[in-house]
């Protein structure tokens, strides 16, 4: 049976470029500031569970560091498929590089531009929103955003990679455990609803053993 809490609402957050043309963030840091604004919107204090796929795990182990950092709890931080973040060069897209799309594809598992994609919808204007986003992000400056002091859930994509992922990536950005959890897919595919289907009794697992938190 699927996980169900219907005491625990999950809040999204989305890039500001899906909804307005301003000036994006100009670092991780900048990112973090502005989505922690938007979380504690709903809930100004903690404890906080935090969950990001891809490069939203990045900033997810950020904001649990800065949290932190402020004297909040974070009982909870997972992360699909995301890394840590490392200072240096990056490659630098342009809004019109070709290869923008096929790495949007590689990312999310599947062409946005195709009628069968359930992003579709988003039409002309939502899929030019997406590239500029995706360019956006992948050119954000970014820095080492310390350590997290507690235990780190991480689901590493199983396929589709020469050398396979291990908990060696995060630990030494977590103090507590990295529980690690191979997932028999490719990047793309984590947010499937199969695959979805493995990791969200995990996640329900983990709440339900923390501290104050019922059994169902």
Known sequence: MPYVDHERPV???QARGFSGTGAGPADVDDLVTDYL???RAVQPHGPYALLGWSFGGTVAHAMAVRLQKEGEQVELLAILDGFPAVAGPRKRWAYDDPQVWPAIRDSIGHDPRT???????????GLDALARVFV??????RSAAGVFDGRLVFFAAGKGRAVPTTAEVWRPH???????????CTHGEMTLPAHLAVIGPVIGRLLNGLPGQPDH
């Open 174 to 184: 977590a103090n507590g455990e990295v529980e690690f959890h191979e997932i028999g």
């Open 136 to 141: 956006d992000l992948s050119n954000l400056k």
């Open 11 to 13: 809040c999204g957050l």
């Open 115 to 125: 009628p069968e994609s359930p992003l579709a919808g988003l039409g002309k204007d």
């Open 37 to 39: 604004a938007e979380v």
